[in-house]
């Protein structure tokens, strides 16, 4: 499959928990799967793809419903990762706090409106329970976006909750739950991301 740069590029979900812990340090926390398929429907072969990472350990599934799965670790993602960096917490903790939970479970409420509303087919028919169980194999798990906030990097919570808000106002269809994290991350960011010094003239 050709991506618009020309470059050959197969769909992938990743699931692993990592950290860089100090140049050169990577500390893996979690499981370590992949999931790829063939979104645009090219017919491509992708048996020897997942043949070859499955050689070198790495479990990795054929998908006959990529898109689907695609979205499901997108809204994954959205229900962990600005929370976990708002709260500096590991993924254990926001599942076992009730407060955390429960605005976990509205923000993936949310997103699974806005991807049924795109025609998207999930392949989790609860995904409120999907996202639950994420933590009980990468309880110790950190979000990147919280890694991100620790460098004072930029982060990607414009392609998380902020693809939510975007798609959400495309159709009419507020996520006020979404809107409130992907803002409360924008701010913290704009914290931790050094400017650049005014330049006299």
């Known amino acids: 499959m050709r991506s618009s740069a020309g470059i050959g590029a197969v769909p992938a979900v990743v699931y692993v928990a990592v950290a860089m812990t100090a140049p050169g340090r990577v500390k893996h926390s979690g499981r370590g799967d992949l999931i790829i398929g063939d979104l645009l429907g090219t017919g491509c072969d992708l048996a020897p793809v997942a043949a070859m990472f499955t050689s070198a350990d790495v479990p990795c599934r054929l998908s006959d419903n990529i898109a689907g799965d695609l979205w499901t670790k997108m809204i994954i993602n959205c229900a962990y990762n600005a929370i976990s960096a708002l709260g500096r917490a590991k993924y254990a903790r926001l599942v076992a706090n009730p407060w955390t ?71 009419g269809m507020p996520v006020p739950v979404n809107q409130t994290l992907h803002a409360l991350v924008k701010l913290l960011e704009e914290s931790a991301v050094p400017t650049a010094p005014a330049k006299n003239n």
């Open 101 to 171: 939970r429960e605005l976990m479970k509205q923000v993936t409420e949310e997103a699974v409106t806005i991807a049924r509303a795109s025609g998207v087919r999930l392949p989790e028919p609860d995904m409120v329970d999907t996202v639950w169980k994420l933590a009980d194999t990468m309880s110790g798990a950190t979000s990147s976006t919280a890694q991100d906030i620790a460098r004072g990097n930029r982060t990607e919570i414009d392609a998380l909750n902020g693809y939510l808000v975007r798609q959400g106002a495309q159709l």
